[in-house]
């Protein structure tokens, strides 16, 4: 019963006309974000962030999670109708989706998207009602050190699960520590890393971080590899699914969600790896793998499925252990932290509205999105015609305006600049800027507890192991690197084998 009187509080608050039509906003702009190549929902949360001030927190929440999930849905719209994904995660879906739209299914296709989306985001919704309290409640009993091993569990996993080298994964997450750590220190009040700037005592804005980082760097990289679109769409037909459709989408759906609902509270990129595993089970559980790259309907249920589950199941370690799953779900940590909430177990009793509006706003968000997108195709097709270099300086003038509405320091919009300029370098490195931001965002929760509980313990380091739960946290993040260090180290030893021959 309780989870029926939390739901229809949750239903309340979401339901106010002011926070449905953020959210609808939200999934809009999130879709278009989708849509568009290139900027990507943490970019376009982290333009959008300063708007956000203003408003309530649970409007501001509600507004920016729709953005994440609309952005999981729009990709598969692109990637299906012109081979152009505009989400990663929605690469595996135009690999079947674009060949049933050749073959005249993109209707079809296009359904099969949104009724998988649907469905698997209402599941994974109600999971994230159903295990976010007893998991707050077990968050309740954790101490300094406990929360310190949880977050070098989650600094260490999203180093695992990223892309490319290791090394470089791992000294994003220093430097971004390292940026975190600028300012006063939180006992002494000490400057650290101020070079003089008085503007840095406190801190450097979370948002110049995110939309240097992420934005700016992001629209310097597109105009950099900007090319003509050529957009060539026929008329989509037929939009509903036969029975015999409906038969072959049914499992790969269920399978799809569940995978998702379990990868999504992974840190690091649980949707897109759910949606990669997704179609790889999909294609082995086939009773007729040849047809997939040809059009095969599953190919494009499973992984949507496994795209939108994950999106909404990466909440469950931000609303119960305010520990960021990816770097989306650290902006939203941000958007907490300005709007003066602290995120965590301690949200679902402090802020029962907001918790559970939340989660009720992901079932309207869901609706929103069927009703919303398959109508504005068209429209959304149009949107790629557009010019880069049209968009951009529109786009650099509405971040740079919302961020210095904050504070009304023009320091900040410096920090933009020059922070987009390292952004962009980083990426022309190979170094994934994602990890950057998570240790920007967990660098100052990892000094507060790791100098908590050395006070606590009075200087004995041994505390985090003689406590099980911390133990058993850091026994996972030192299993996580060896598994992410094997491949690379059985790769070297292979090609020495193989030079010696």
Not at 469 to 479: D, K, M, Y
Request: proline content about 6%; aromatic content about 8%; some cysteine.
């Amino acid at each position: 019963m309780d989870l029926l009187a939390n739901l229809a509080l949750g239903f309340e608050t979401a339901l106010t006309p002011a926070n449905i039509f953020y959210c609808f906003i939200g999934v809009l702009l999130g879709t278009l974000v989708g849509v568009l190549p290139g900027i990507g929902p943490t970019g376009a949360i982290a333009i959008l962030l300063p708007i956000t001030f203003t408003f309530e927190p649970v409007t501001a929440i509600i507004m920016l999670a729709g953005i994440y999930y609309g952005a999981q849905y729009g990709g598969s719209t692109t990637a299906i109708l012109i081979n152009l994904p505009g989400e990663s995660s929605s690469a595996v879906t135009a690999i079947d989706g674009y060949q049933m739209a050749r073959q005249g299914r993109a209707g079809p296709a296009l359904a099969t998207a949104a009724l998988g989306s649907f469905f698997a985001g209402t599941v994974a919704t109600m999971l994230v009602a159903v295990a976010a309290p007893p998991l707050a409640r077990l968050a309740l009993q954790f101490g300094s050190a406990e929360y310190f091993a949880l977050i070098v569990l989650g600094l260490v996993a999203s180093v695992a699960l990223a892309h490319g080298s290791i090394i470089k994964a791992l000294a994003m997450i220093v430097l971004g520590l390292l940026l975190g750590m600028v300012g006063q220190d939180i006992y002494t009040g000490t400057p650290r890393f101020t070079f003089g700037f008085f503007e840095l005592y406190s801190g450097i804005n979370f948002v110049s971080v995110a939309v240097g980082v992420f934005g700016l760097a992001e629209i310097l990289r597109n105009l950099e590899n900007e090319t003509t679109r050529s957009v060539l769409v026929k008329k989509v037909e037929r939009l509903w699914l036969s029975k015999d459709d409906f038969r072959r989408i049914a499992m790969p759906v269920l399978r799809g969600t569940g995978l998702g609902s379990i990868l999504g509270i992974l840190p690091g990129g649980g949707h897109v790896l759910a949606s990669f595993a997704s179609y790889s089970i999909e294609k082995k559980s086939s009773k007729h793998p040849e047809q997939f790259g040809k059009g095969a309907i599953e190919g494009v249920a499973g992984p949507e499925s496994a795209n939108n589950a994950a999106a909404q199941t990466s909440f469950i370690p931000l609303l119960t252990l305010g520990i960021p799953a990816h770097p989306v779900m650290a902006l939203i940590i941000g958007a907490f932290i300005i709007q003066g909430i602290q995120p965590g177990p301690n949200v679902i009793t402090s802020e029962p509205a907001l918790f559970w509006g939340v989660i009720a706003s992901m079932w309207v968000g869901n609706i929103l999105l069927v009703i919303l997108n398959l109508p504005l195709i068209g429209l959304w097709v149009k949107m790629l015609t557009i010019p880069y270099r049209v968009l951009f300086p529109a786009i650099i003038a509405f971040a740079c305006i919302g961020t210095f509405s904050i504070n009304l320091n023009a320091f900040d919009i410096y920090a933009i600049a020059v922070l987009g300029i390292i952004g962009y370098v980083l990426v022309k490195l190979d170094c994934e800027p994602a990890p950057l931001l998570l240790g920007f965002v967990l660098g100052p929760l990892l000094e507060e507890h790791l100098r908590r509980a050395m006070i606590i313990s009075r200087g004995d380091p041994m505390t985090f192991l003689e406590r099980p739960i911390s133990a058993g946290l850091l026994a996972l993040a030192a299993l996580a690197i060896i598994v992410s260090i094997l491949p690379s180290i059985r790769r070297k030893r292979d090609e020495v084998f193989v030079e010696e021959d």
